[in-house]
């Protein structure tokens, strides 16, 4: 989960083909963001369904992402909790920007923009973050980190090895 992901280059079918296992592996696993290397593809995509800061639900799909976030006087944290499928059963507080925007390509390879403000300005760094190689725990203090990992061990038992691949999707 610590490495930069492949660019998406080929806007192919097999692209379609993971975009729909994505979006059925987020929604079985109730996620509200997905990367590939989060199901082991190791290719900057990733798809989401999460509410925005006007409780708007807001989907997509985003290869070979660019977030921004404000500067400046614009920036403002947010800290509330945040959580990973793949760290499944432990949240911890992580301060992030309230506000994020990301450009890239669908998996038609048109291009997308999408503004995030509320859980979405959170959800839209958590992922891009990922396809470059950081987990939430990485941007949390140290003893909240331990904390973390710690959290989840003690429910790891109740998720399969390959969650959330694994997960029922019908
Ligand atoms: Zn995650």
């Given at each position: 989960m610590h490495h930069e992901l492949?660019?998406?280059i080929e806007?192919?079918?097999e692209l379609a083909t993971l975009v729909a296992d994505m979006v059925a592996t987020m929604y079985a696993a109730e996620g509200v963001g997905l990367a590939a290397n989060q199901?082991?593809?190791d290719l900057k995509v990733f798809v989401f369904d999460?509410?925005?800061?006007?409780q708007q639900r807001i989907t997509g799909v985003v290869c070979n992402p660019v977030l921004r976030l404000p500067n400046g006087a614009d920036r403002q944290l947010d800290v509330a909790d945040?959580?990973?499928?793949s760290l499944p059963g432990a949240f911890t507080e992580c301060g992030r920007p309230d506000h994020s925007w990301v450009t890239g390509f669908d998996h038609l390879g048109e291009p997308v923009a999408?503004?995030?403000t509320g859980l979405l300005a959170r959800c839209l760094q958590h992922e891009t973050d990922h396809l470059?190689?950081?987990v939430f725990g990485d941007r949390v203090p140290e003893k909240a980190r331990k904390k973390l990992y710690k959290l989840h061990k003690q429910v790891a038992d109740e998720y399969q090895d390959d969650w959330p691949v694994g997960e029922e999707v019908d």
């Amino acid at each position: 989960m610590h490495h930069e992901l492949a660019d998406v280059i080929e806007f192919d079918d097999e692209l379609a083909t993971l975009v729909a296992d994505m979006v059925a592996t987020m929604y079985a696993a109730e996620g509200v963001g997905l990367a590939a290397n989060q199901v082991g593809v190791d290719l900057k995509v990733f798809v989401f369904d999460c509410p925005d800061a006007d409780q708007q639900r807001i989907t997509g799909v985003v290869c070979n992402p660019v977030l921004r976030l404000p500067n400046g006087a614009d920036r403002q944290l947010d800290v509330a909790d945040e959580g990973c499928l793949s760290l499944p059963g432990a949240f911890t507080e992580c301060g992030r920007p309230d506000h994020s925007w990301v450009t890239g390509f669908d998996h038609l390879g048109e291009p997308v923009a999408f503004e995030g403000t509320g859980l979405l300005a959170r959800c839209l760094q958590h992922e891009t973050d990922h396809l470059f190689g950081t987990v939430f725990g990485d941007r949390v203090p140290e003893k909240a980190r331990k904390k973390l990992y710690k959290l989840h061990k003690q429910v790891a038992d109740e998720y399969q090895d390959d969650w959330p691949v694994g997960e029922e999707v019908d």
